[in-house]
């Protein structure tokens, strides 16, 4: 059994002694903590299975939806033109991996069948402007000993355009351009690539193309102009949230694989699915959520993942998201945030606007840098309420009009003040200095 065996049958492991060294012939040999590593047994099978990056060929509760792209698609095989689509749904709904999935069989039956079809995905998250987007697709386009690449930047844009009709001619038959996240490209860009997409049959003389954009925004054809959205939406397809059924079957598939058996029990698939179910639904937590609680068992030396692992693992992956957002906040926000801590130090509950103003303007001092108004401040405190890192209840005093009671809310195990540092040195300083405390009113 895969699961089971033990990693240690290799030159070198030395798994005699627990103690911190083994006796070598006459010479103390450390233990690498490597070997102690290796030396577990593994929960996972295969744990590439529950990664972002692995693309399942089984896939539950999407059964529809792949058999409407496929309808579509399939007139590619017919020798017409399938018609342009949308795909829409939130984050985790499958999308991408529906649509790679259907396509890489499209792929292999043109194949089959001698049809000259191709398909070709872009990210409009990572690729995100018109000229990158296009020569991207005509780079792809090259043939292994052609050298003649389309620059990265440099070129007016009709001419990439141009440079790809000539390239798809060449290679004939039927592309399938599918655009992932385009409704990321058109709120930063507009909607000129799509326009030009959609219309591209009428320059191209040998081949054909149809264009499959997939967004998750659910809005994202107001951005669009008129035509470009009657001339995308031929045909429009939903992909609806899972539910926390349906994500408890896409969990015990993929477990099944990837991790060993009886390691993970129907409770623990129940939960993840339940946290990532009031999560809209997403696929992509559920299997995060999964590998993590596991991973998270193997680190404490456990043969079962249970419950509290999956909680466990919903802290990390709830910090691991955290962090990013605490250390990309502009200066001010930060020394914000670090004047609530400070008073939290202080043991300070409920703080006032007050009370944080005065600290936050003395860090100012400490820094040289001038403080900001305490109408601001109040901006600053509305923002960091909207990003969650705390709560600001806005309370009557009577006659001394209404103020704010402010309470951090970030998780206790994110270490805020060290994330404050590292993103900004400065921020040491602040967190090193004293403060006169104000009393409350
Ligand atoms: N029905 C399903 N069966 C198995 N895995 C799925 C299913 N739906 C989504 N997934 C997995 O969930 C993750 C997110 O799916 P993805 O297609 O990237 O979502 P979207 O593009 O809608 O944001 C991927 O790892 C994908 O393999
Ligand atoms: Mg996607």
Redesign the pocket.
Known sequence: MRGARTRRNYPGACSTSRRNGVYNGGKIVKENIFDTLLSRPSLFLNKEI???????T?????EKEIERIAFNLVEALNGQIPSNMI?Y????????????HVTNLLKEKGEQMRRDITPVMVNCRQIDTQYRVLSNIGNSLLEDHEIDEIPFTGWPTDRVFKELIKRMDARKGVFVIVL??IDHLVRKAGDDLLYNLTNINSFLKDSRACVIG?S?DLKFTEFLDPRVRSRLGQQDLL?AP?DAE?LK??LR??ASVAIAPDVVSEGVIALCSAFAAQEHG???C??DLLRVSTEKAEQLGDKKVEQHHVRMAQHQIEADQIEPVIAALPTQQKLVLASVLLNERNGLKNIQTGQLYDVYDQACSYLNIPSLTQRRISGIIANLDMLGLITARTISRGRYGRSKEINSCIPQNVETQQILTNADENMATVFNNRYRQQRPL
């Open positions: 529950l990664h972002h990056s692995h693309r399942p089984i896939m539950p509760h999407r795909l749904g939130v984050t985790g709904a499958g999308k991408t991996a529906v649509t790679l992932d996240e997939i998750n992909f899972y349906q079957d896409i598939k993929r997403d696929a992509r559920a299997l």
